[in-house]
Each structure stands twice: as structure tokens, then as C-alpha cells.
């Protein structure tokens, strides 16, 4: 099941059929599995109730636009969560995975420690990243799959972070059998994104991150030592979003 919204509030949405045709790896586009609905998102709270899902949304100023799919499936919960930088897929997922329980993948993440580890994957992955080039996507598919089918995983369900990002990605993936129950694209206007970029701000002391506007520091000796990440500029947020929309920020973009 797909659904599209926009930043308007709707207090809660079950997702049941309707009418809109819309094509796309995930899921299968059956045409009469689709509603519509208008909707924000903070928090973004899944209800299982046997072959159903709910989500129910709080208002926010600034709330992005979200795409939900969504198949009738039994438990352990399978999700995958997309959204370019500053959607505040972060959060979602920190949510998602406090909530449910799910074991939380990111696929950055994941290559790095298979390349930490020196595991096959990772030592034929490290070749391509000293070259300068994009690890192909075989090796990324491989991993991501390996770590889909681990124990925790498999028991707890999984909560799948950036990836696919391509159709061929999402297709390989299928290839393996393996299809989420929930696909949540977080879908950000541009002129949204790059404000919650350049106002984004670095405590070195903590590490910890703060919004000028939306999550001001504390006091004014934590403010006095903000700093802000040299990619955090309005420039270099403008190319990350046009980058992330010419790429596919998943599947569903392509």
C-alpha cells in the first residue's frame, strides 16, 4: 500500500484501499491497494494490528510530506526508511527503532565496519574506496543482505536506513527475497532542507547537535562554543539535495 501526503495535518490515517495508481519497487503496484492522504509526521508512530498498519501524526510546523508502502504482513516488522539530508530521518529512525524494537541498519554505517572488520565484503569494498570510487553495488547488496539475515534481525525485525537508493539496488534486493512490510520516504521541500542545514550547529565538547531555530543550546556557555560543520553551508545544502534528487534517494524516486 502507498501513500502520499502533504504538510498538512491530519490527526490519524488507517491505511486502507482506494484508488491512485502509482508504480514502484516496493510494493507490488496493485492499483487497488492505494489511498491518498494528507498528513505530518512528528512523531511518526506504526501500529500493527494483524495484517494492518496505522500511523498516527502530531502537528509540526515544518512537517514534511511523507510516502508510506506498505504490505499486510505478520511480525517481525520489516522497514525501509529513505529521505535526503536533514529529512530528519535520524530522528525517525531513533523512534522507530526505541519503539518497536527493531534492529536499526544503516547502510553507510555498515559498510564502514565491514571495511573495519577486514571481512571479504569489506577488504573488496576498501579497494574501490581508496581508488576514490563508488563501492560497486553488488558488494553493498551483499552486505546489506548478509546482515538483513542475521539472527537479531530475523527475530526482532529490521529497520533499514538509506538503502536501496537506485532501482537496481531495490531490485537486487528482491532478487534475494527480501521486501519490506513498511517503506517510509520522507519527502522534505528544498527551501526546508537547507534551513534546518545552515542553522544546524556542533558542540565539540558533547557532540551533540543543536538548530539555531528549532533547538536552540541550553544557555549561553554552550552557545559560545557552537560550531558548524564545513558541508553545513547553504551552498553545499542546495547540492545535497539536487544530488539526492537526481540519484534517487530510493527506489520509489526512480
Known amino acids: 500500500m502507498l501513500i502520499m501526503g502533504s504538510t498538512s495535518f491530519s490527526p490519524s490515517l488507517s491505511l486502507s484501499p482506494s484508488l491512485s495508481p502509482h508504480s514502484s519497487k516496493f510494493p507490488n503496484p ?6 491518498r492522504s494528507h498528513s505530518s509526521f512528528t512523531p511518526l508512530t506504526l501500529r500493527s494490528n494483524q495484517t494492518r498498519y496505522r500511523f498516527k501524526k502530531l502537528p509540526s510546523s515544518n512537517a514534511p510530506n511523507f ?11 520489516k522497514v525501509i526508511i529513505s529521505g535526503a539530508p536533514a529529512s530528519g ?4 529512525c531513533e523512534l522507530i527503532t526505541q519503539k518497536y524494537g527493531l534492529v536499526h541498519i544503516a547502510a553507510g554505517d555498515l559498510l564502514r565496519a565491514e571495511v573495519a572488520a577486514a571481512s571479504e565484503n ?22 546489506v543482505k548478509e546482515r538483513l ?11 533499514l536506513d538509506g538503502y536501496p537508493r537506485s532501482s537496481s539496488q531495490a531490485a537486487a534486493l528482491e532478487d534475494y527475497g527480501i521486501r519490506p512490510d513498511v517503506f517510509i520516504l520522507l519527502d522534505v ?9 545552515v542553522g544546524r550547529r556542533l558542540d565539540p565538547l558533547t557532540g551533540k547537535i543543536y538548530h539555531l531555530k528549532y533547538s536552540p543550546p541550553e544557555n549561553d556557555e554552550i ?7 564545513f558541508d553545513d553551508t547553504e551552498e553545499k545544502a542546495f547540492a545535497a539535495t539536487h544530488t539526492s534528487s537526481k540519484c534517487g534517494c530510493c527506489a520509489l524516486c526512480i
Do not use: H
Request: overall charge neutral; proline content about 6%; hydrophobic content about 40%.
Open 67 to 77: 510516502l508510506v508502502a506498505a504490505s499486510g504482513k505478520a511480525e517481525p516488522l
Open 89 to 92: 530521518k535520524g530522528t525517525q
Open 122 to 143: 569489506g577488504k573488496l569494498a576498501k579497494e574501490y574506496m581508496e581508488k576514490g570510487e563508488l563501492v560497486p553495488n553488488e558488494i553493498v547488496v551483499m552486505m
Open 223 to 229: 552557545a559560545s562554543r557552537l560550531t558548524q560543520r
Open 30 to 35: 496493485n492499483p487497488n491497494l492505494f489511498l
Open 189 to 197: 521541500s528544498e527551501d526546508i532542507l537547507v534551513e534546518r542545514v
Open 149 to 159: 539475515l542475521q539472527p537479531d534481525s530475523q527475530q526482532r525485525g529490521w529497520l
